[in-house]
């Protein structure tokens, strides 16, 4: 009898870890990030997001930023959506362009450019938003300088505390090397809602990773965009919609989320390769 009382009383403790995981006892974390600094993102996904009042993490490639962008940036920044580091030139390596010969690829960084780079661009990120720490997308995500993963250093430098990867697999939990998960442009709304479903059932957590939205490229269409977050916000008793740095800061700081975030992240083959 005794026993089977502690047997209840520690199955109730885990139901309540996994109900009261994430802010307000909500069920799942889903992280909306967009790269490249594509123009659709400013014309279409956050017209998008601000009526639906989520906000959206947006990697910015510093060297694709126009002068006429920035009081957009600011402006979104303003209103809660984050700005995140993709480097100024995004430097891929090669074997990511094929056939096409690039001239600005990883192979021609070392590990020092590279971090300076993302120092430089930290700080034309804080010109833009006022902000003094920022997350960090590696291009094609992929941390490689010269060939050499420059990941162990970035960690060193303190240059950013959370980075975004386009690995959606499953690993452990790790700040540096957050999974995401991309999409095929013809991923339908019905798509990318069963990957939100798919972390709503675990207790999870989801960082979803576009590029173009409507327009540009590797793009969703902007209904499945739209259908997404018509999804995110009939459920948004259950799901917490964050920008990634928001989201990392909680589950850094509250050891619930952390493991069920990373321990039940989806486990899928890359279906968009990063550009
Ligand atoms: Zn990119």
Redesign the pocket.
């Known amino acids: 009898m005794r026993i089977g009382l502690v047997l209840l009383a520690i199955t109730m403790m885990a139901t309540q870890a996994l109900a009261g995981s994430w802010p307000d006892g909500k069920r799942a974390a889903v992280v909306l990030t967009y ?2 600094t594509l123009p659709s993102q400013l014309d279409i996904a956050i017209p998008a997001l601000d009526p639906a009042g989520f906000k959206g993490t947006f ?1 910015l ?1 510093g060297s694709k930023i126009t002068p006429e962008q920035i009081p957009r940036w600011r402006s979104a920044a303003a209103e809660g959506h984050e700005l995140g580091n ?1 480097t100024i030139r ?1 430097a891929c390596p090669q074997a990511n362009y094929p056939p096409a010969k690039k001239i600005d690829t990883s192979e021609a960084y070392d590990v020092g450019t590279m971090l300076t780079e993302i120092r430089t661009m930290n700080t034309m990120l804080t010109a833009i938003d006022g902000k003094l720490q920022h997350s960090y ?1 590696a ?2 995500g992929q941390h490689l300088a010269g060939g050499i993963d420059y990941l162990p250093a970035l960690r060193a430098s303190g240059l950013v505390r959370y980075t975004r990867s386009a690995d959606p697999s499953e690993r452990p939990f790790d700040p540096m090397d957050v999974p995401a998960r991309f999409f095929p442009s013809n991923a339908t709304g019905a798509d990318l809602i069963a990957a939100v479903q798919e972390a709503e059932r675990k207790g999870g957590m989801i960082v979803l990773g576009f ?1 173009g939205v409507g327009g540009d490229y590797l793009s969703v269409s902007a209904k499945a965009h739209a259908q997404l977050l018509a999804y995110l916000k009939t459920h948004s008793e259950a799901i917490w919609v964050a920008p990634f740095s928001t989201v990392m800061d909680y589950a850094t700081s509250h050891p619930g989320p952390l493991a069920i975030g990373a321990a039940r992240s989806r486990v899928q083959p890359r279906t968009n390769s ?2």
Do not use: G, L
């Open positions: 790269d490249d990697f490639i993709h995004h997308a291009p094609c590029h990063e550009r």
